[in-house]
T-cell receptor, first 111, second 111 residues
Framework: KQEVTQIPAALSVPEGENLVLNCSFT??????LQWFRQDPGKGLTSLLL?????REQTSGRLNASLDKSSGRSTLYIAASQPGDSATYLC??????????FGKGTLLTVNP | NAGVTQTPKFRILKIGQSMTLQCTQD?????MYWYRQDPGMGLKLIYY???????DKGEVPNGYNVSRSTTEDFPLRLELAAPSQTSVYFC??????????FGEGSRLTVL
């Protein structure tokens, strides 16, 4: 059974800092790895999707990497802003595109 | 293009009542999912569907039922509501490349 762990559970940084969120998964036989953002009381918004054959994806200030052999993914956020404050979730995709989610990292960026 | 639409957004049920959460997507996606999110517990898959007429159980299906008569609609039925079903429910559909799109969520309280 796939298990996904996210570390740290919460992170507080000053504005402008670069930061890394970590995600690990136990079964390396994944189809893809997806990162989401969730604002309080809202649904999940897809940030980046990395297919199993890829090593990384970039979108603006966000960069996500995937290392299947070690069961790890990282989300790098450059030059953080207060608007980046949210919960970030990673999810490992298995058969029938079923996703197994981590519990998330609550990010607070202080002005 | 509305994406994934869920109704109702909020609902309070008494123990033993039944209700249906509605989910509709207008992106012609074959794969659809129902997740529940409990505080600090991440998202758990309840049921999923790979196309009209085809449904299957996820990780936590007990107390729920689904149907998929059309590509667009994937309702989730709660029978004999229990306090343990108090949660936020998310419907999602997926593109051919595996990117997941979520609805805004339905917040259910069972008293």
């Amino acid at each position: 059974k796939q298990e996904v762990t996210q570390i740290p559970a919460a992170l507080s940084v000053p504005e402008g800092e670069n930061l890394v969120l970590n995600c690990s998964f136990t079964d390396s036989a994944i189809y893809n790895l997806q990162w989401f953002r969730q604002d309080p009381g809202k649904g999940l918004t897809s940030l980046l999707l990395i297919q199993s054959s890829q090593r990384e994806q970039t979108s603006g200030r966000l960069n996500a990497s995937l290392d299947k052999s070690s069961g790890r993914s990282t989300l790098y956020i450059a030059a953080s802003q207060p608007g980046d404050s949210a919960t970030y979730l990673c999810a490992a995709g298995g058969s029938n595109y079923k996703l197994t989610f981590g519990k998330g990292t609550l990010l607070t960026v202080n002005p | 293009n509305a994406g994934v639409t869920q109704t109702p957004k909020f609902r309070i049920l008494k123990i033993g009542q039944s209700m249906t959460l509605q989910c509709t997507q207008d992106m012609n996606h074959n794969y659809m999912y129902w997740y529940r999110q409990d505080p600090g517990m991440g998202l758990k898959l309840i049921y999923y569907s790979v196309g009209a007429g085809i449904t299957d159980k996820g990780e936590v299906p007990n107390g729920y039922n689904v149907s998929r008569s059309t590509t667009e609609d994937f309702p989730l039925r709660l029978e004999l509501a229990a306090p343990s079903q108090t949660s936020v429910y998310f419907c999602a559909s997926i593109t051919g490349t595996g990117e997941l799109f979520f609805g805004e969520g339905s917040r259910l309280t069972v008293l």
